[in-house]
């Protein structure tokens, strides 16, 4: 049986900040990375397009990077909504993280043409700044391994136009 | 006056390698990064598209984590293939590199809408491992930092249906 995450934090962002290539529900052409709880860990699934390949038959690392980053963020989002009484569907807005640092070790040739599975834990290390780390999995083999630090978006997120 | 790369070592990666994502010239829906020798830095000139964004105005970290994985890579060929006597476009086939690992500090919100410009430096940690530091810039403002281990790739990147 196929699994999918149902209730997923990135389907609750504000409109204004759901372009996310890697994850936004509005960006027509990204990702739709999508991230959910299961049980104290969150999970994302998502599988590669035929063409997000390193070689005939591999996953691309920078896909994975992205898989990773979106993931972190993603669940430090549903972290810090959980800490302040909320989860996903509930009809409150949560908080939107961003990036702060990214790391990945690449384990194994990831195949492709399945879906990948990135499975993350969550730790506060500040009220705003929280660090994810992540495991993905392709057909049960853990190919890579990734550590999100991620922010609350601060200000300087604000386009230069406006 | 736009910078260009004028030879990059991915446009002599051998057929069956060129296929990635990222950096693969024969990836038609890929990025087409191309990464070569500005003295004794290497340098990737890429200008993302403009699904490419975090939130409009900015750009999507996991395409700069994908623009430095693939610097990496990219970097590490150079400098490998530099050491065994060659340059770019003098005919001989390159090593091919894979990423171990990537670490990404992303330390300003990038600039959308202009191109991005990576600068590496090269250090040789074994005579199959690399390690590449590179500084991702937007107009002249460095915005991303980061650090690639990169192998010649293995033998397990092989299809498994062949």
Redesign the interface.
């Known amino acids: 049986m196929e699994e999918v995450v149902t209730r997923a934090i990135q389907d609750d962002y504000p409109d ?2 759901a ?4 994850c936004g529900r509005l ?4 990702h739709h990375i999508r991230t959910g709880w299961q049980g104290e860990n969150t999970v994302t699934i998502f599988e590669p ?1 035929p ?8 996953v ?4 994975i ?2 898989l990773i ?2 993931h972190g963020t993603g669940s430090a989002a549903l972290a810090l909504h959980r800490k302040n009484g909320h989860e996903p569907g509930d009809g409150s807005e949560p908080p939107r993280f ?9 384990l ?2 990831t ?1 492709h043409g399945v879906p990948l599975k990135a499975i993350g834990t969550v730790e506060e290390i500040h009220p705003k700044r929280w660090k994810v780390n992540a495991e993905v999995y392709a057909n049960d083999t853990l190919c890579a391994r990734g550590e999100v630090v991620a922010v609350v978006m601060p200000n ?6 406006e």
Chains 1, 2 share one sequence.
């Open positions: 204004d900040f372009w996310c290539y890697g960006n027509e052409s990204g397009k063409e997000h390949m390193a070689l005939p038959g591999f691309y690392g920078g896909l990077a992205s980053d979106c961003v990036t702060a640092s990214l790391h990945v070790d690449f194994k040739p195949p300087t997120f604000v386009r230069k136009d």
